[in-house]
């Protein structure tokens, strides 16, 4: 049992080093950052978290924000709500102004202190689809297009390839059948009434991995004219997979924007058999922006290659967007302020005037308002071709009046 | 090694059986009492409020798990869905009746025992991994109810946002009264299981464990006090769910996923099966493991690792170790953190007097 002292007195010891190691810190603009790296969703994770801490170093090499530099904590939780609540009390312990958020779940149970505690974070791409609405939920910011802006934007981008007129067309919309997946359901609904198409609803049980009957359904009995696919995880690469074995061109195969990463592309056989499927996107696809440019200077300048996750352009692209939406409401914040004494209020009055941040066309023209919290919803389609991914349309938005006209619905709802 | 256990004589019932007959143990109850009650909350910085918050919840959750699979020996793998049972069930009353947290709080249990009583049924037939794969099915059913039912689950989200608890016309929105409220019913659920495992239906529990069939023999109702098991280790699980709800705010399901199940089982299995103070080192661990890995990791990661590859190792990291712990434990000391914790009192016991 003297191994037992021991033990404990090293136990105590290395405790206590920790503990003063990380309490020292200097006076940055800390920024809490919520990842997945190891959970359900680690494959965007590993890829997201990498591009969003790039992005911040970048900035803070060449001299940071308005001289600022920026510090991002990451804390990873493994998608499990207890441990995302337990970094929020950290982030807020250690003075951060802005909290990117990783999960819908986590969103939903961190909505109401975020609010009490005036602190905006932000959820692109998850979350609730209402929370769009800044006046009902001040204090989150999508930042990008919610579930119902991609249901419309898909919509449109069929009614586009369909020639122009939807009356009478079939649209499958399969989903994961689950919150995300039931969300886009209401602005389907609507514009199905407004346009006139046929509407079948199609859904995947989790965890998503067996959906034979439905494409089938889908391909030979109901015969789609154009699919949607809202799918999550491991279910974007086996509808890819079912739809290619029926038989049905890829080409009329949407997915929504967790439905189309490179590594689902890879998990269903690669780039060369999955020729025409196209995904929307709200950050853009592929290593040409001047930005991923100056990213693979700044590494070459240490004497580094770039980093792995760079070659997964989808999620490492959507990682520097969120980072520069963020760090330019923060250069917001502090202009208007004057000062780097900023505030999460401050903070979210800077989200607020984002407008025509482009990042050379990484970042859709979107415009962020005291109302508009996703910043209008803009979507781009890239679609597999020669291998790779090919924009086929410019940043879009689909009938944008729908999805307004469902936000004020909801909020005279509550 | 501080005080002596002999000349303690109990000259009634009423001391023969109290908890802690020595008075060092009372004191030490007392002095632990005051430690949570009066300096925790005076002096520690809201973020580790937070965390025995989230601890609170998970000792009632792990306690309830331990009645039924440490004391009456039946495996449960939906502990999560009974949680989210009463979870739903407290926040529609809430925000539909207007119920305050004295009422919404034991209805949620309550209901959620009436689930467990069901899927406790099979317990009289089936034992062992067949009883693990009944409850798992339990777990997707109710799952899936709750997601398909927009009377329960509150519409396409699946998810009711719930006011914060008020107390005599006080809201509770601080960390710090947040802290007294789940504190509080944490102490009620440790009271309340010391006290039911040294009863007759405790003592009942741990004979069907022990060997059901000599338990039917000595006149014991093995059906019966099986549901009596699911019912309150459900019960449990349905309060910590209400707490949860209650924390965050908002009742959602996929806060009471599989694998919040599997965690509450590596907590009671960590811990200690078939003991209190196990349930709580248990719950203790499995919150506080990620976070105390995490700033090792952040105090000494960059010595070993790159910067802009560390955050990936500690994720990683903390698995790894998560993982080889549970197997540390499992191998060096199967009855877990309360027999280490038991031994480690029973050498200072006579220390330094080893003989």
Redesign the interface.
């Known amino acids: 049992m003297r191994r037992l002292d021991k033990l404990l007195f090293g136990a105590g010891l290395a405790l206590a080093a920790a503990g003063a190691a990380t309490s020292a810190g200097a006076a940055e603009i800390v920024i809490g950052l919520q990842c997945d790296r190891t959970g359900p969703t680690q494959t965007v994770g590993t890829f997201l978290c990498p591009g969003y801490h790039d992005y911040v170093s970048l900035v803070n090499s060449k001299g940071g924000v308005e001289g600022n530099m920026i510090k991002p904590l990451e804390i990873d939780h493994e998608y499990k709500v207890p441990a995302g609540v337990e970094a929020y009390a950290l982030h807020k312990k250690e003075g951060a102004v802005l909290i990117s958020l990783y999960g819908t779940p986590h969103t939903q149970a961190l909505t109401q202190k975020l609010t009490e505690d005036k602190i905006p974070g932000t959820s692109p791409g998850f979350g609730t689809a209402a929370a769009a609405n800044g006046e009902n939920f001040p204090y989150i910011f999508p930042i990008a297009a919610s579930y119902w802006s991609q249901a419309s934007a898909g919509v449109e981008y069929v009614r586009t390839q369909l020639g122009g007129d939807l009356k009478g067309k079939k649209i499958a919309y399969i989903y994961y059948d689950n919150p995300a997946g039931r969300e886009p359901l209401p602005v389907l609904h609507k514009l199905r009434d407004r346009l006139g198409f046929e509407l079948k609803e199609f859904a995947v049980p989790p965890p998503g991995i067996e959906m034979s009957a439905q494409v089938l359904d889908i391909t030979r009995r109901f015969r789609a004219d154009f699919v949607l696919s809202h799918l999550f995880g491991r279910a974007p690469s086996v509808s890819m997979k079912e739809f290619k074995r029926a038989g049905y061109p890829l080409e009329q195969v949407l997915g929504f924007v967790w439905a189309g990463g490179e590594a689902d592309i890879a998990a269903a056989g690669g780039f060369d058999r999955v020729e025409g499927y196209s995904a929307m996107q709200f950050a853009g696809v592929g290593s040409d922006y001047p930005v991923l440019d100056e990213i693979r200077a700044m590494y070459k300048a240490d004497g580094k290659d770039p980093p792995e996750a760079m070659a997964s352009t989808v999620y490492y692209n959507r990682g520097v967007f969120v980072a520069a939406i963020h760090l330019k409401a923060i250069e917001n914040a502090i202009k208007a302020k004057g000062s780097a004494d900023i505030t999460g209020e401050d903070v979210k009055n800077g989200f607020e005037q984002i407008s025509g941040f482009t990042l050379g066309g990484l970042v859709p023209p979107m415009e962020i308002t005291g109302f508009d919290h996703e910043g209008g919803g803009w979507v781009r389609i890239f679609q597999v071709k020669d291998a790779k991914f090919v924009p086929v349309t410019d940043w879009f938005q689909g009938y944008r009046d729908a999805v307004v006209e469902l936000l004020k619905e909801d909020a005279s709802r509550q | 090694m501080f005080h002596r256990e002999s000349g303690y004589y109990k000259t009634t019932y009423k001391g023969d059986m109290a908890f802690y007959p020595l008075p060092v143990g009372r004191w030490s109850v007392a002095l632990i009492g005051i430690l949570f009650l009066v300096v925790v909350p005076l002096f520690l ?3 580790y409020l ?2 025995l918050c ?1 601890i609170s ?2 000792i009632v959750g792990a306690l309830g798990l331990n009645i039924l699979l440490g004391y009456t020996g039946q495996i449960s793998i939906g502990h999560a869905a009974f949680m989210s049972v009463g979870a739903y069930t407290a926040a529609n009353l809430i925000t539909k009746l207007d119920w305050p947290f004295w009422l919404a709080v034991p209805s949620g249990g309550i209901m959620a025992a009436a689930v467990g009583v069901l899927v406790g049924i099979p317990s009289l037939r089936i034992k062992g991994l067949y009883l693990a794969i009944a409850t798992l099915a339990a777990q997707f059913i109710i799952e899936w109810v709750i ?1 398909h039912t927009p009377a329960i689950s509150g519409g ?4 009711i ?1 719930v006011p914060r608890p008020t107390f005599f016309g006080e809201k509770l ?1 601080t ?1 710090v009264e947040l802290y007294y409220f789940l504190m509080a019913f944490a102490a009620v659920a440790i009271v309340a299981t010391m006290n039911l495992v040294r009863s007759r239906i405790g003592r009942a529990f741990i004979a069907i464990r022990d060997q059901d069939i000599a338990a039917e023999i000595i006149g014991i109702n093995v059906f019966r006090y099986k549901l009596y098991a699911f019912a309150i280790s459900s019960f449990y699980a349905g309060v910590a769910g209400v707490l949860y709800t209650y ?4 009742a ?1 399901y ?2 009471f996923l599989i ?2 199940s599997i ?1 509450y089982l590596a907590m009671v299995i960590i811990g200690g099966l078939g003991s209190v103070l196990g349930s709580v080192f248990g719950a203790v661990f499995v ?1 506080l493991f ?3 890995i ?3 990791m ?3 990661g960059s010595f070993f690792f790159d910067p ?1 590859i560390q ?2 190792v ?3 990291f ?2 790894i170790l998560f993982g080889a712990l549970i197997m540390f434990f499992l191998v060096v000391e199967p009855e877990g953190l309360n027999r280490l914790w038991l ?2 009192r029973n ?1 200072f016991r006579v220390w330094p007097f ?1 003989y």
Do not use: G, H, K
């Open positions: 910085d809201p973020y937070s965390i989230l919840i998970a997601n396409v989200q699946a998810s946002e929105d960390e924390y965050l705010s908002i959602n996929e806060q694998v919040v965690d919150t990620p976070t105390v995490r700033i090792f952040d105090a000494f802009v955050a990936q500690t994720a990683q903390r698995l031994n480690i050498y080893s």
